[in-house]
């Protein structure tokens, strides 16, 4: 596991981004998917992973196929969405601080192959240079089983067995000519710790109106940046030692899945532009969630078509076979308690400041009912995780 902020060395790209305009691409792309993975369940994923996953693909891919792609991340061509990973990355590696209290941040990336495949020069040195990613040789046609468990062993290892195995028997067949595959784990611990001797359970209420006793972790009078709306309210638990934070959102009158429907990237950006100084009596239940999506059907839904059907053209990645995608399988898991945050994401994609005066009336937020968690990153902008928590005392 590699520790606080250290990551595979992937060379800066030529055609540099900002990292805020990535951000703000790939905020557009996370709460785009958010509407897709929509209903009245929880929901975890991480945008990132996604979108890095996604990125490496669309390397190989040529004319509207690689247009497509790059169109649903947000991006012009399959080169900026590769320098907007790169300017992701890079503000990620600021985001994270050094010694004991700073995050655990372990981000990966991988390559098989089906030994013998003659790739493309230009898109092994993308997956080797800008993603850390060179090709390993992998026996999809002979022996399938055994390349399913070793991606799945890769998986396991690099989110700390979070995720134990994200593919499914069958998933690998003797015709896959290429797998990608990014995991990423996070542990951090919170700027201001809850107190576990305030736990206590409390009700919240779902969708459908039933009422459930979860734990519930309170503070009082403590600062945080928060927002009041006229239809929600949001407050920003930062975690220690990095510029990462938690941001959790509750309608305030409209149903969660009213106010999604409401949310972009610009509504994102003024609510976090409101975020300030205040003095706050939070309630928050304590969540344990996981989610496995088959994002074909969602990424169809965005535009990206071609790639996984007869149109499909990843001429960029081999010439020696017609390739398209068979399979983008994602999972996430979140955990959040007293101390902290744990989280872990894996995509696989298969082939064939300023002090201010603070309000000292604190205002009160419990997060009783249906609410969102975006985990960003405030300097890069960058959306890490997402959940959509509709019913706590549900893994």
Do not use: C
């Not at 929901?43 to 196929?65: E, F, H, K, R």
């Not at 991988?110 to 090709?135: C, E, I, M, R």
């Not at 201001?192 to 309170?218: C, D, E, I, Y």
């Amino acid at each position: 596991m590699r520790r606080a902020g250290q990551h595979g060395h992937w060379r800066a790209h030529a055609a540099a981004a900002q990292p805020a305009a990535a951000g703000r691409a790939e905020t557009t792309f996370a709460l785009a998917l958010l509407k897709q993975l929509g209903g009245t369940d929880n929901v975890v994923y991480s945008p990132y992973s996604i979108d890095v996953a996604l990125t490496m693909a669309d390397a190989g891919a040529i004319g509207q196929t690689a247009s497509q792609v790059a169109h649903v991340l947000g991006a012009r061509s399959a080169d900026d969405a590769v320098a907007d990973v790169e300017a992701l990355r890079s503000a990620l590696a600021l985001a994270v601080g050094s010694g004991s209290s700073a995050p655990t941040l372990d981000v990966a990336n991988a390559l098989w192959t089906q030994s013998g495949l003659a790739l493309q020069q230009p898109f092994v040195s993308t997956l080797t240079d800008d993603f850390g990613a060179p090709p390993k040789s992998a026996n999809f046609a002979g022996d399938p089983a055994a390349a399913l468990q070793a991606i799945n062993a890769w998986v396991s290892e690099h989110t700390d067995a979070l995720i134990p195995s994200i593919l499914s028997r069958g998933t690998i067949t003797p015709q896959t000519a290429f797998v990608l595959a990014n995991a990423i784990y996070l542990k951090a611990h919170w700027q201001s710790p809850f107190v576990a001797s305030m736990t206590r359970p409390a009700a919240f209420t779902t969708p459908a109106g039933n009422v459930v006793q979860v734990p519930f972790m309170n503070q009082r009078d403590v600062t945080y940046a928060y927002a009041g709306g006229a239809n929600y309210q949001a407050v920003e638990l930062p975690y220690s030692s990095s510029s990462l934070s938690l941001l959790a959102i509750l309608p305030r009158r409209a149903t969660l899945a009213h106010f999604e429907r409401g949310l972009s990237a610009s509504v994102l950006a003024g609510i976090v532009g409101r975020l300030g100084a205040q003095s706050v009596d939070l309630s928050m239940p304590k969540l344990d969630l996981s989610s496995q999506e088959d994002l074909n059907g969602p990424l169809q839904n965005l535009g990206m078509t071609d790639a996984f059907g007869p149109a499909a053209d990843f001429r960029g990645v081999t010439t020696q076979r017609s390739l398209s995608i068979s399979l983008v399988e994602h999972a996430a898991v979140l955990k959040v308690d007293e101390q902290g945050t744990v989280a872990a994401g894996a995509t696989v994609v298969v082939s064939p400041t300023a002090a201010v005066p603070v309000p000292r009336k604190p205002v009160s937020l419990i997060l009783n009912r249906p609410f969102l968690l975006l985990l960003r990153d405030d300097g890069g902008g960058n959306v890490l995780f997402v959940a959509r928590v509709d019913n706590p005392a549900q893994s």
